[in-house]
Nanobody, 125 residues
Framework: QVQLEESGGGLVETGGSLSLSCIISGRIERSPAMGWFRQIPGKEREFVATINWNGGNTYYADFVKGRFTISRDNTKNTVYLQMNSLQPEDTAVYYC??????????????????WGQGTQVTVSS
């Protein structure tokens, strides 16, 4: 089993920043491809960003490009999502996932069944 634990969410004003973390534990292969997803109330979960095993390849949803940065530290089994210039429409529960594919333009990433519990991000207007 794979366990994923997100943290770092909170309340921030428009234009502010937050840094999310996802700690990976359990029975995992070395440095799996990972992703961040989010779910806005009343909407389906959507992908935000993915990263390959060594951080050399990343892929972002169009709506976060230039504002969010995904990274990882394999020595700590942790994946990060640095979020800058946050907007009220970024308000959501953010989840990390051990993804099956990273995604390419026109084809979103394929998530696995391994999800964390999520962390709430609220951006006030």
């Amino acid at each position: 089993q794979v366990q994923l634990e997100e943290s770092g969410g909170g309340l921030v004003e428009t234009g502010g920043s937050l840094s999310l973390s996802c700690i990976i534990s359990g029975r995992i292969e070395r440095s799996p491809a990972m992703g961040w997803f989010r779910q806005i109330p009343g909407k389906e979960r959507e992908f935000v960003a993915t990263i390959n095993w060594n951080g050399g390849n990343t892929y972002y949803a169009d709506f976060v490009k230039g504002r969010f940065t995904i990274s990882r530290d394999n020595t700590k089994n942790t994946v990060y999502l640095q979020m800058n210039s946050l907007q009220p429409e970024d308000t959501a529960v953010y989840y990390c996932n051990k993804v099956l594919t990273l995604g390419v333009p026109g084809i979103p990433p394929a998530p696995s069944d391994y999800w964390g519990q999520g962390t709430q991000v609220t951006v006030s207007s």
